[in-house]
């Protein structure tokens, strides 16, 4: 868990680099205090509506319904991992050795683009979508009957 001072002294780091502002990166998503609220946001967002999504019964959730908001769900965990993957790769990565920092930045960055670019096609290519998948797993195909 994070305390509030390694917050506070990040959030610090991240907002002046040489006296000057720093500019936003997709590459250094977990720097200063709008990434925090943004990835609580998220955390809130992905707590409520992912339940409420799979309680909703699919005749509501049929068609351009379910693929927007599994394509919402889709955009808001990558980006929510993707904050995530950098605060763990701020905190560990350095321990390793600093110069890994930015590599491992970039490899966190791809993953989040194939994990968009993957849910992304199961939300609007799947028969039943990313609720449709998740119910997949859980439900077992029909088995054929075997006549002798």
């Known amino acids: 868990m994070l305390s509030s001072s390694s917050i506070a002294a990040r959030s610090a780091r991240g907002l002046t ?3 000057s ?3 936003f990166s997709s590459l250094q998503s977990d720097v200063g205090p709008l990434a925090t609220r943004v990835h609580h946001g998220m955390t809130l967002a992905l707590a409520g509506l992912t339940p ?21 769900l889709a955009a808001n965990m990558t980006a929510h991992s993707h904050i995530g993957l950098n605060y763990v ?7 390793i050795s ?12 791809g993953l989040s683009a194939v ?11 799947s028969p039943g979508g990313i609720k449709g998948v ?12 075997k006549e002798y």
């Open 17 to 19: 680099l040489g006296g």
């Open 98 to 109: 600093k110069a890994l920092l930015g590599p491992a930045r970039v490899v966190i960055l």
């Open 52 to 72: 409420l999504y799979f309680a909703v019964p699919d005749a509501y959730t049929d068609g351009a319904a379910n693929k927007a908001f599994g394509l919402l």
């Open 89 to 95: 790769a701020t905190d560990y990565v350095p321990k």
């Open 21 to 23: 502002r720093r500019a």
């Open 115 to 125: 994990m968009l670019l993957g849910m992304g096609k199961i939300a609007v290519g």
């Open 134 to 145: 998740v119910k997949g797993v859980w439900n077992p195909l029909p088995e054929e009957k």
